[in-house]
């Protein structure tokens, strides 16, 4: 029975079941959120290890525009208020007729709540679905004045905000990050002269060379239309029946075999535009250009078990990195490089430059460094900014211009278009992430959403009402490169597209025997999984036309008893590259700069632990900018041979294997196992072995390894180079172990088929 005054059921709400005086809710109370680590008493509060990841985005003024200033908003200390602004009194309750009554149509706060709600959701992109982005800075060291007059390029030390979002290309939105596909790499210049968008991928060629193949490429590699499946992933029927028909994919198609299809984070991967560009100077001159963006990090990747199992592991893995390398002040580093040639150069090579299944190798037209990329800050609002971005590449500035690679002009067109569905309508430039840093002015006026509030009458042109205004710029503004054009009407391709093979035999002879293990046993395993063996066979007769070794590997690999005739060519002549290898095309060129940093350690502890060595370790990697954390059998307290204690941060069921660069064993071998969870830690270790990732065993005898299948020397007999033995906290090798770890991984003791 209700008695007015009883206690209410909620003591939180006072509201519930109506109970309080007179049915009004009380005031909202503001509760301080506490730190439940303070007063902790554990040596974890002093030793705990570097703590990334919070979160909250690191405040402060955002770098990159003042239209996201302006829309920022920040909810703490304030009061609950309708859409309207109105003061709600119990976000509770919805308003009843009586007690146990019916909702009443009345209820404008209940019905304003949820209509919001039921359109949360705006439709993915239809590729790129999967995505995380930063803000951040370019900056031009060299003057680019004498080739192009975007200012952005203008003076050595010129800083242009940017946004870029890294991206998967097949899976949708909530599929994992290290599944194998191409990478987006694109980035939103917010340049004096409005915005310059340069969309471009991880790999520097196209699987097609036409728009007019896009969507059929997408409709293959997508999940199966009648059953949905597989999703995120090109190991499936409908992708190889297409690829196998469409040679001119197979250069990509390498690419995306090798470990270039599973980077190990957006800071370890090379970025390119992937077509030829145009920059045009201030006299009206042009030359051609190809970008590259360089990772200061150096380009590494997963292994295929790995990528694999961090799918389940942690499926945000890359969006994870980049979100807490930002917040630990470990800012992603990109050099921006350029390749510029001139069109009488163009044309004398062997193949097209307009054709983005080429690449202009290296060793002919060097790489020339002209800015840097900083990434410094993570988006507030996943959904206000990474989600609602809209890159186009149509989104150029005076100084830089398209070509005629057909598949550029393509897309030129099918950006904007998308935006116009994906965001709601023609006025999606007014969100404040596509905002430009110019003041917009012209007499496009209302659509959908549409914010700007135009003043005057005369939104035409030429006017006299409003003096003319806005007025054209004349020399000033955008004037297109005048190219000659002075052909048939035609569709069609030139002769040069129809070399399919040559530079997909350059990237194959340019890659180590380690990538061409790699490559064979990616497409062993996506053929495998391809149930029509007519489609396997094709695609075998596709690679027989790359190599001979390559083909019969797979071929092996698939189980043919003979080998398939190699397809037959477009092109009956052969092509000559005009270089024989290109050693930049392999994956180990680019080491990078930054050594070990940013590398995550898994510190496995347990009872009888040497606190010293614990110490000494967190030394070494402070200093290197390496990550580690304490991992256990259990969360709690392990207790050190001097009989301190410290806190176990993560379990090995929490973060397992894969999810980590590298291990440091702080506990003897009897300790481990006895600390129950000997079973997991076999598993941890053995595939932190499989993966080729550095070892630190402190106390361990080799016989006790060996119980785990893990060898201490290779195959060849000699020492393994990343596997270290220490005895006791005085002998920690980490000089040692820090350079193996930035060695990234040691695939000397790789085998196929594993041995651990
Ligand atoms: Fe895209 N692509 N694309 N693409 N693309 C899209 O635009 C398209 C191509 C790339 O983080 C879509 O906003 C066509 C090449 C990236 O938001 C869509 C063709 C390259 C992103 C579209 C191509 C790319 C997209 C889907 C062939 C590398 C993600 C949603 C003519 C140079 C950008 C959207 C982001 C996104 C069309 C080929 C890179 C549908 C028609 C080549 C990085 O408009």
Request: include cysteine; proline fraction near 6%; glycine fraction near 8%.
């Amino acid at each position: 029975e209700r008695t007015a005054g009883a206690m209410p059921f909620n003591e939180n709400k006072a509201g519930e079941h109506g109970l309080a005086n007179g049915h009004a809710p009380q005031a909202g109370a503001h509760v301080e959120l506490t730190d439940d680590t303070a007063g902790a008493s554990t040596l974890s509060e002093t030793i705990s290890s570097l703590k990334v990841g919070e979160s909250q985005p690191m405040l402060g003024r955002n770098a990159n525009s003042p239209s996201l200033d302006a829309v920022r908003v920040d909810a703490s200390g304030q009061t609950l208020t309708t859409n309207q602004g109105v003061l709600v009194a119990d976000n509770q309750n919805s308003l009843k007729a009586g007690l146990r009554g019916a909702t009443l149509m009345e209820d404008f706060i209940l019905r304003e709540k949820l209509t919001h709600f039921d359109h949360e959701r705006i439709p993915e992109r239809v590729v790129h679905a999967r995505g995380s982005a930063a803000h951040g800075y370019f900056e031009c060291i060299e003057s680019l004045a004498d080739i192009t007059r975007a200012e952005l390029f203008a003076e050595p030390g010129k800083r242009t905000p940017v946004f870029v979002r890294f991206s998967t290309v097949a899976g949708e939105r909530g599929s994992a990050d290290t599944v194998r596909d191409t990478r987006g790499f694109a980035t939103k210049f917010y340049t004096d002269d409005g915005n310059w968008d340069l969309v471009g991928n991880n790999i520097p060629v196209f699987f097609i060379q036409d728009a007019m193949k896009f969507p059929d490429l997408v409709h293959a590699v997508k999940p199966e239309p009648h059953h949905g499946m597989p999703q995120a992933s090109s190991a499936h029927d409908t992708f190889w029946d297409f690829i196998s028909l469409m040679p001119e994919s197979i250069h990509h198609t390498l690419w995306v075999m090798s470990d270039r299809g599973i980077p190990r984070s957006y800071r370890t991967m090379q970025g390119f535009g992937v077509h030829t560009f145009r920059f045009v100077n201030a006299r009206n001159e042009s030359v051609f250009v190809k970008f590259h963006w360089l990772p200061a990090a150096g380009t590494h990747s997963l292994v295929w078990d790995e990528a694999a199992k961090i799918a389940g592991a942690d499926p945000d893995f890359h969006r994870r990195d980049l979100w807490e390398s930002i917040e630990s002040g470990l800012f992603p580093e990109y050099e921006l490089a350029i390749q510029v040639f001139t069109e009488e150069e163009a044309d004398q090579f062997s193949f097209d430059v307009l054709d983005a299944t080429k690449i202009v190798p290296e060793e002919l037209v060097p790489l020339r460094v002209v800015g840097r990329m900083v990434l410094n800050r993570n988006p507030d609002n996943f959904f206000a900014e990474t989600e609602q971005v809209a890159f186009c590449t149509a989104h150029v500035v005076p100084g830089i211009e398209f070509t005629n690679d057909p598949l550029l002009q393509g897309r030129i067109h099918s950006y904007i278009d998308t935006q116009i569905s994906r965001l709601g309508g023609a006025n999606f430039h007014e969100i404040p992430i596509n905002a430009s840093l110019t003041e917009v002015h012209n007499n496009q006026r209302d659509g959908m959403h549409r914010k700007a509030i135009h003043r005057g009458r005369a939104a035409y042109e030429p006017n006299s009402l409003a003096g003319g205004c806005p007025f054209q710029a004349g020399p000033a503004g955008f004037v297109s490169f005048p190219q000659p054009v002075f052909e048939d009407k035609v569709r069609g391709k030139p002769e040069k597209f129809a070399d399919h093979y040559s530079q997909a035999q350059l990237f194959w002879r340019s890659q180590s025997l380690i990538e061409k293990n790699h490559i064979i046993a990616a497409f062993r395993f996506e053929l495998s999984r391809v149930t029509v063996g007519a489609v396997r066979r094709r695609m075998v007769s596709v690679l027989a036309n790359v190599d001979a070794e390559l083909a019969q590997a797979v071929a092996t690999g698939l189980g043919f008893s003979d080998m398939p005739a190699p397809q037959p060519r477009a092109l009956a002549r052969e092509v000559k590259s005009e270089v024989d290898a290109s050693p930049a095309l392999s994956l180990f060129a680019r080491p990078g700069e930054m050594g070990a940093a940013g590398r995550r350690v898994a510190v496995l502890i347990a009872d009888g632990l040497d606190l010293k060595a614990l110490l000494s370790v967190k030394q070494a990697f402070n200093d290197a900018g390496i990550i580690p954390r304490w991992v256990g059998a259990r969360l709690g307290k392990v207790t050190s041979t001097d009989g301190q204690q410290v806190e176990v941060e993560t379990t090995l069921e929490a973060m397992p294997s894969v999810l980590w660069d590298a291990t440091v064993v702080l506990a003897p071998h009897p300790q481990v196992s006895s600390s129950g969870g000997m079973g997991q830690f076999a598993e941890f270790l053995r595939d932190q072995y499989r993966h080729c990732k550095p070892i630190l065993l402190v106390d361990w005898a080799p016989v006790q390894m060996a119980d785990l299948g893990i060898m201490t020397t290779l195959p060849n007999g000699e020492e393994d180079p990343g596997l270290f033995l220490a005895a006791g906290a005085d002998a920690l090798p980490m000089p040692e172990f820090v350079e193996a770890l930035a060695r990234h991984r040691h695939f000397e003791r790789e085998s196929d088929p594993p041995k651990v």
